[in-house]
């Protein structure tokens, strides 16, 4: 398939985090990096969009209430902020946009803003321009509705001959309209179903870019000759693919005139004994591919990637085993917190940008939960590290004065360490299971927030 050249979307980014096999980490990485993203970008409007069944991000972002309730739930069970529109009511849920918008298209007096969730009114600990798209477990059964109606002829459907376009890129509409609002800067984040269903269809189709997570154990070339042939038609592993291509999503894509993201980070999570030769021959592999069809690749027209070497320095991020795995980066996640944070003065407003410019908070609906005014802040700070100014430069050295630190500095939970290395604030939640996190693991949150850093710098890149 021949990917259509980039066409501008009025936003500023937006993000498919995906892989076609589950076990991959994108729900923490997504989690991680849109936090990192909206601390390092207060001015932006961050949405986050959950196409999981499993709804793992949205409940890392918005917790449970003060009754223990987990909110996804009550927001999915319409028991919570249920969006009235006409006789009818639906879930503040990308379930709920998705069941009204195959009824209903999307009609112009329903503003899509009034789906969203401000992250920040549910929990205090992340910034206030983050908004959701809340997931929830009924996602799937919609699908089965939805994919019905895609393939309705045009005398059926309400959608006329466009009822595959229309119902496909119902997610693209719904962020467009978003992000043509004046004075919205908006990037997205889609966390993808690792399935390649008509929910990840529809995904991938409302997104610029496509970030690829992968692990060293799913990285053979069957599976990237897999995913190359669901996305772009390329490199088909059979002639079964080519004989069904009529089926594929990227030939109803092109049939249908439908832009698909293109690679803009392939993101390596290795383990601890992987060497610069192992999966020699998959790197090859998809250098080739880059080669044959540079048109699938984020790439600057200015730049001629003539060897493995420099397409990898271009494309690839390593990440090893010891950072993404780190227990404190888990436990954030676990917290409902970020991982590390900008410190600032204690009498600023932290992290929660309350100066940051965003017209959507005038139309989410507030938690009624009083005791989130008196959440902590972000458990572990650090202070602003260099940021590469490309897409893939070389990480900034971590602070050597934090690793020849004591252990028993470190391991102090109320000890506060210099300006330019990790601190420990005993106030704050994530602090609560200190006292088992080694010295290695605090350092490995740095390596991984560093990373953070390098991945979001990357995304400022055309």
Known sequence: MEVVDKQEMPLEGSYAIWNNRGGSGKTTLTYHLANKFALKNPDKTILLIDMCPQTDLSHALLGNDEHNQDHVSQIGT?????????????????????????????????????FLLNVSKFNAQLPRNLYLLCGDASIELIARSLEQKRNQTASVSQFGAQAWKSITTSLKQFIGKIAARKGIKLVVFIDVHSSCSIISEIALAACDKLLLPITDEHMHRNGFEYMFALLYGFSQPSNVYYYYRHFSFYYRAKEHDVR??????ILKKSNRNATNKDNQKEWEFIFEVYKKHPQAFN???????KTLDEFKREFVIDIS???SANQIVRQAVRSHSPLLTIKKNANSNNNNNRNSSSNLADVSTPSTNSSLSKTKNPKIVRSASPSPNNRNASLPNVNANCIHKSTDALNESSSLIKQDCLSLNSNNLLNDELSVYTQNEQINAILYDELLDKIASSLNRT
Do not use: C, W
């Open 260 to 265: 698909l993201p293109k690679i803009h980070l």
């Open 78 to 114: 319409m028991k919570k902020d249920a969006m009235v529109f006409g006789e009818q009511k639906f879930a503040k849920t990308v379930s709920g946009y998705l069941d009204l918008y195959s009824s209903q298209g999307l009609p112009n007096n329903v503003d899509p803003r009034t």
């Open 321 to 323: 085993e010891e950072t």
């Open 299 to 305: 790439v600057a027209k200015e730049l001629d990637l």
